[in-house]
């Protein structure tokens, strides 16, 4: 196995002020940078700074180095059972939750703000009323879900990309994790003395995205992070670049109960694939 002595490499985030983040996030790990977010229902003006302060005494901070838009949603005011029903989702105010974000960021209670599970289509709505661009979207990202046209997006318009489920992460379809069980992943971690674990997060790593990789094994957090002394040979891309893609985390399995239909519009729109 590779030397996991090596410093963790960081990447500078566009928000002035911001702390550099790791180029692996470790979920069970302590890293100086702390990342919070509004969950569904505070995703109105006034709710996502409110939402801040309770959140603050939780953490027991006065600032966070990044705070995210959990999802591109809003629900009716109330307590937040799970799963919700799908009539209490409401049209997302880009403008106004953005403007309250960036307030936090003004007041210095964020370093840095950004978003989540946002498309490019929602990017679009975002920064047409943006003063202080996103610095972050955290997306679902791994190599049987590569989001090719996001992470362009992104790329374009300044934003990092922090990838979820970077290992697959839960298949709410219950039928096996297709990173790990991925046969291409499988042959590559072979031929290179590596684990599909390492063959994955290398892949994400040298497509410029942070993966946010969680586990409570000191070993498995040793493997995690023995992936900066090796590079992927130009074929071991092209054979991940020709892997069949499959999205695993859909906002109707983790938020919604299974009755009815969608009401809201982003609701909908955040489930158009985009590979």
């Not at 790990?29 to 969950?39: M, T």
């Not at 949603?73 to 919700?84: E, R, Y």
């Not at 009755?259 to 985009?274: K, Q, R, W, Y």
Request: hydrophobic share 40%; charged share 25%.
């Amino acid at each position: 196995m590779a030397s996991t002595t090596a410093a963790v490499p960081e990447v500078a985030l566009r928000s002035g002020g911001a702390r550099p983040m790791p180029a692996v996030g470790m979920g069970t790990a302590k890293f100086p940078a702390v990342r919070s977010g509004p969950w569904a229902r505070p995703s109105r003006r006034r709710c996502a700074a409110g939402s801040w302060r309770p959140g603050r005494r939780n953490l027991q901070m006065e600032y966070v180095d990044l705070y995210l838009i959990h999802w591109p949603i809003s629900l009716k005011p109330g307590p937040t059972v799970f799963p919700v029903k799908r009539e209490d989702a409401v049209p997302f105010d880009f403008e106004g939750v953005w403007r309250a974000m960036e307030e936090c960021h003004r007041l210095g209670l964020a370093k840095a703000i950004g978003v989540s599970n946002f498309t490019t289509s929602h990017l679009d709505k975002l920064l047409a009323a943006a003063t202080v661009h996103p610095a972050v979207n955290q997306v679902e990202l791994n190599p049987v879900w590569q989001q090719r046209k996001l992470r362009g997006y992104c790329a374009e318009k300044g934003i990092h990309v922090a990838a979820y489920s970077p290992l697959g992460g839960q298949n709410w379809n219950g039928d096996g994790n297709a990173v790990l069980d991925s046969e291409v992943l499988a042959e590559i971690a072979k031929a290179r003395g590596k684990t599909i674990a390492q063959v994955a997060l290398r892949w994400i790593y040298e497509q410029g995205v942070t993966p946010i990789v969680k586990s409570f094994s000191k070993e498995r957090l040793k493997e995690n992070l023995g992936i900066f002394d090796w590079w992927l040979a130009d074929d071991d891309l092209r054979k991940i670049g020709q892997i069949p893609q499959k999205k695993i985390v859909r906002a109707e399995t983790v938020l919604f109960s299974a009755e009815g239909e969608f009401t809201s519009a982003d609701l909908a729109d955040m489930e158009i694939v985009e590979e």
